[in-house]
């Protein structure tokens, strides 16, 4: 993977993480990730926009980057999410006889509250 993809790569992963664990990160924090992961904005362009320097960004982004790790190592919110989307999927794909329709309505159901959750927290 080229330095570019990776680099690409950690700001959507980040950004992602970022949503997770918005509650637990400060305001400030959450402005520079917003405007760094999701609108691809420079350091110098987050520093000129925020009236900061462009190291306090670089910090802030760190700082931040090491917390979201830190959450996701402790909770992991971000892996379960993803593994309760893809039974959600596999779910679709199952074969069933007319007795078990119920059963696996109301799975995909209880999952589906679950992922409706979690994507309806306010985050970056």
């Given at each position: ?12 992963e ?13 305001e400030t924090q959450l ?6 992961c999701?609108?691809?904005l420079?350091?110098g362009?987050?520093?000129?926009q925020l ?7 670089s ?7 090491d917390k979201?790790d830190?959450l ?5 919110l971000?892996?379960?999410?993803f ?5 959600d999927t ?6 069933v006889d007319s007795?078990s329709?119920?059963a696996?309505?109301q799975?995909?159901?209880?999952i ?5 959750f ?7």
């Amino acid at each position: 993977m080229s330095n570019g993809t990776e680099r690409l790569h950690r700001k959507v992963e980040y950004g992602m993480l970022a949503s997770f664990y918005a509650p637990l990160l400060t305001e400030t924090q959450l402005t520079i990730l917003r405007l760094y992961c999701c609108e691809d904005l420079s350091y110098g362009e987050i520093a000129q926009q925020l009236n900061i320097s462009r190291q306090g960004v670089s910090s802030s982004i760190f700082r931040s980057f090491d917390k979201l790790d830190q959450l996701e190592k402790d909770f992991k919110l971000s892996e379960r999410f993803f593994m309760l989307s893809k039974a959600d999927t596999l779910l679709d794909t199952l074969k069933v006889d007319s007795e078990s329709v119920t059963a696996l309505q109301q799975v995909k159901d209880i999952i589906s509250t679950i992922l409706n959750f979690e994507e309806g927290n306010n985050g970056v």
